[in-house]
């Protein structure tokens, strides 16, 4: 066998010598050997003070503007890069000196936080995710680096993957939830959506894949705070979407605020250099989070300001946002010899690098024209709408309450969240401005204009005073069915937004309580960047719509859902506790050797609460039913090498149109680390007419059944595993299947 492996490499690589010398090098191979040529010319051109300009990223104005000072510092070749400068004629005018009056011609790059659009606003990520549906985040995505290239802005700081099991922690609204597969997903989605297969196209920006990593393992869900994080959880949960934001092609890292097991993420060699660098290849470049580098002074683990440059810049942070100390301390570094020119001229290559692929040597500038007709077009406006109500998840349904019948004569619209704008953007509003969004109270007027609605607030979002109640009440009374929008505010999530209370703000479950006591049907849409202990509504409401905070459009986007123009289809993308005491509480967990059992006192779980979620991950109703049946594997044993088809048969058994997310889960029941209980391993959005029945196949490779062993090695394990598929990760039909201990 050896043998004969050993004669086809060597044939393969005879081969590729023979076309190697007959044949001209690809022209991608080509054109990355040009630009490694230009860098090398550069680079011997530059003094240690241009160098180190590359490295350094300054803040603009919140409005776009950039500031004086940048204006001297680009001029003399010391500034590479601004975030927040935004606005193709802005942009050009700081672009323009660089081009045209610094030494060496650099370009700037600019960054920018476009998180989930840039003028129009899309569903925060944390909802996108919940569409279970990448080519629509890859859409929404595609959107904003459109709209942001148009307003010459390179760069996004996005996608933000970080893996987020505590809903204290208001950055899960950033990311894609709990799961790694999922989470990868969306990430690979969002890198190419932003990226295209090209990022110097002129609708096109560099991704960043941020925040390396595990800053959302913050210990209790406060944000920057500790995170203890095992290797094995490390390459399990936490690295998987960085690596598919790799795989997909991400230009750039963001190192994260966090320390990691007494290293911060932002000094960290082993994550941004051994892993990122080493195993992983990645070539382009790491930025620092904002001060990140100075803040490794309070970390403690840098006496001063040298050292702190030192640490960053020679485990692998190529450039630093806001904080100066590269710039300050660099020269005297490399004098005392603590660190090399080397370091140095590897960083300003792989910042090159990127502006090189991003065209910005040959097209520093974008079109003004075209910023105009790019941003907040009528598509993209159409794209929101769309987007944001496949986000949507239908929590509770009794009774078919939902959709409502336009023929309805009176709506009460009742919540502190039915006519805020701001707040429908959610965090990260990039450059959307209020007076796009579209209001539930703006989108039941257009989807209803013959229904009479009787809105009133009730309170404020912080819900102290019961003085609004009693008109609200009104309105519930002398209307024939009541919507009431409740939840938090944009800033409740978000960075620096933890809680220590998942519950709806302030008396806002005491307003329900009336609304629902006069009797009337009563719907509630919640409004929120993280799942909520809604414990009360989930037994008493009869309906619930759970919309995020879903952007430029979500007035227009829920009235749809409401009324059933769109059923909803979304799950999911992260549990909802029952309590705080809960969590962290997802839905990967280990077994543990004492798994719960209520009819066993000495078995995992709680005196005062149960070990259950209130809603588990990957769960959403439709206004449809569906039915998952007849599970069969193509085999019942497969090659440690093998593959394996997995299918089912989803049926609609209801009366209306709708979407399933068909969910597929393993379990590898023994194995020589603890194995989780269950794990995404594949998922599907379908759409099926009522009657409409679908076999729905799915691929299981032997890299998907893998682990890290106990010395660390990616390996596949014979054995038995579990296949589980359905509606979400409690409502499953299961076989299993071994795994042979030989390979083909
Ligand atoms: C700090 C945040 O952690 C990061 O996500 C963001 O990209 C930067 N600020 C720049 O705004």
Request: one cysteine or more.
């Amino acid at each position: 066998m050896r043998s004969t492996r050993l004669k086809v490499g060597g044939f393969a690589l005879a081969i590729a010598v023979i076309l190697s010398l007959t044949s001209p090098p690809s022209s991608h191979s080509q054109k990355r050997e040009n630009v490694e040529a230009r860098i090398n010319a550069l680079l011997a051109r530059m003094t240690l003070a241009e160098k180190l300009g590359q490295l350094q990223q300054l803040d603009g104005e919140a409005n776009g503007n950039f500031r004086p000072e940048h204006v001297e510092m680009v001029k003399k070749g010391l500034l590479g890069s601004t975030l927040n400068v935004r606005g193709a004629q802005r942009t050009n005018q700081l672009q323009r000196i660089a081009v045209t009056e610094s030494r060496l011609k650099i370009p700037l790059i600019f960054g920018f936080d476009v998180i989930h659009g840039y003028r129009t606003i899309f569903p925060i990520p944390l909802g996108e995710a919940a569409s279970w549906d990448p080519a629509a985040v890859e859409r929404a995505a595609s959107i904003a680096a459109a709209e942001a290239r148009a307003a010459g802005v390179h760069w996004t700081f996005a996608p933000m993957v970080d893996i987020a099991r505590d809903p204290r922690w208001g950055r899960i609204a950033e990311g894609s939830g709990e799961d790694p597969y999922l989470g990868s997903l969306m990430a690979r989605a969002r890198v190419r959506g932003f990226q295209g297969s090209d990022f110097s196209a002129k609708d096109k920006v560099v991704a960043c894949a941020k925040h390396w990593v595990a800053y959302g393992a913050a210990e209790a869900g406060r944000d920057y705070n500790t995170t203890d994080v095992s290797e094995r959880s490390l390459r399990e949960v936490y690295f998987p979407p960085f690596k598919a934001a790799v795989d997909a092609g991400v230009g750039t890292f963001m190192s994260a605020f966090n320390d990691l097991n007494g290293v911060p993420s932002s000094a960290n060699p082993f994550t941004l250099t051994d892993v990122l660098r080493g195993e992983w290849k990645f070539d382009g470049f790491v930025v620092s989070d904002y001060t990140s580098v100075e803040e490794l002074i309070k970390h403690g683990v840098a006496a001063d300001g040298a050292e702190a440059a030192r640490e960053a810049l020679s485990a692998g942070v190529d450039m630093e946002m806001v904080s100066r100390l590269y710039n300050k301390h660099a020269s005297e570094l490399i004098k005392e010899r603590k660190l090399s020119q080397q370091t140095i001229d590897e960083a300003v290559r792989r910042i090159l690098r990127i502006k090189f692929r991003l065209g910005l040597f040959d097209r520093p500038y974008v079109d003004e024209a075209l910023e105009r007709t790019a941003i907040f077009n009528s598509a993209s406006v159409a794209a929101a709408r769309e987007i944001a109500a496949r986000s949507m998840v239908l929590l509770k349904n009794d009774h078919d309450v939902l959709p409502l019948d336009k023929n309805v004569r009176s709506i009460a619209l009742i919540g502190p969240l039915a006519d805020s704008r701001q707040d429908m953007l959610g965090s990260w509003t990039g450059d959307g401005k209020a007076e796009d969004a579209v209001t539930l109270l703006q989108g039941l007027k257009s989807k209803v204009p013959q229904t009479r609605i009787n809105y009133a607030k009730g309170c404020d979002i912080g819900c102290d005073k019961p003085d609004g109640f009693e008109e609200a009440l009104r309105a519930a009374r002398e209307s024939d069915v009541t919507v009431i929008a409740v939840g938090e505010s944009a800033e409740m999530s978000g960075e620096a937004a933890s809680r220590s209370s998942l519950d709806l703000p302030g008396r806002q479950l005491e307003l329900v309580k009336a609304v629902q006591a006069t009797g009337k049907p009563t719907i509630v849409v919640l409004m929120n960047g993280r799942p909520l202990t809604i414990n009360w509504l989930a037994e008493n409401t009869p309906a619930i719509l759970e919309t995020w905070f879903a952007g430029t459009q979500a007035g227009n986007a829920i009235a749809d859902v409401l009324f059933g123009d769109v059923n909803p289809g979304g799950k999911l993308p992260a549990t909802f506790p029952r309590s705080v005491g809960q969590i962290p509480l997802y839905y990967n967990h280990k077994n543990t050797g004492r798994p719960p059992d209520a009819n066993n006192k000495y078995t995992s779980k709680y005196l005062d609460v149960a070990w259950t979620p209130l809603f588990p991950f990957g769960y959403g109703l439709s206004y449809t039913q569906f039915k998952i049946t007849n599970l069969q594997l193509s085999a019942e044993r497969i090659p440690l090498n093998g593959k394996l088809t997995v299918s089912v048969d989803v049926e609609n058994t209801g009366k209306r149109v709708g979407d399933e997310v068909v969910q597929l889960y393993i379990r590898d029941t023994s194995a020589s680390v603890t194995r989780p209980v269950k794990e995404l391993k594949g998922f599907q959005r379908i759409t099926l007419q009522p009657g409409e029945k679908k076999r729905v196949e799915f691929l299981l490779t032997a890299e998907q059944l893998g682990f890290w062993d106990r010395q660390m090695r990616f390996t596949v394990e014979p054995g038995e595993f579990q296949v589980m598929v359905g509606s979400s990760s409690e409502d499953v039909i299961e076989k299993s299947f071994e795994v042979g201990s030989n390979p083909y």
